[in-house]
Nanobody
Framework: QVQLVESGGGSVPAGGSLTLACVIS??????VAWFRQAPGKGREGVAAIYISGGSEIYADSVKGRFTISPDMLKNTVHLQMNSLIPEDTGVYYC???????????????????????????WGQGTQVTVSS
């Protein structure tokens, strides 16, 4: 059974930190991503990692503050979020996919934003709330 289980969400004041975890099982993939959806807004890709090559991808809005990292011995991908701001508030979703190299390169070189359509397995989401 395909499973992605997110954890680590919570409520923190601005400037605080949270680390999310996504435990993955039951399928194969080469890329893991985190998306978020703020209240009243669409879903936004925030970070991704190409597992084999280790390439990391970040949205401009989180670059320098968030870090995505794998722990494949535990089939887990983390999203470390530092210097949180209220605009980071939202439901965070973990997603996996098996992406073509050309697609990965478009992400790595920021030719394209992370596209949810490239990811076919999704977790249930975990809430992150950052207060002012």
């Amino acid at each position: 059974q395909v499973q992605l289980v997110e954890s680590g969400g919570g409520s923190v004041p601005a400037g605080g930190s949270l680390t999310l975890a996504c435990v993955i099982s039951g399928h194969t993939y080469n890329t893991v991503a985190w998306f978020r959806q703020a209240p009243g807004k669409g879903r936004e890709g925030v970070a991704a990692i190409y597992i084999s090559g280790g390439s990391e991808i970040y949205a401009d809005s989180v670059k320098g503050r968030f870090t995505i990292s794998p722990d494949m011995l535990k089939n887990t991908v983390h999203l470390q979020m530092n210097s949180l701001i209220p605009e980071d508030t939202g439901v965070y979703y973990c997603a996996t996919g098996f992406l073509y190299s050309d697609t990965i390169n478009r992400y790595v070189y920021h030719i394209a934003d992370l596209n949810s359509a490239d990811f076919d397995s999704w977790g249930q989401g975990t809430q992150v709330t950052v207060s002012s």
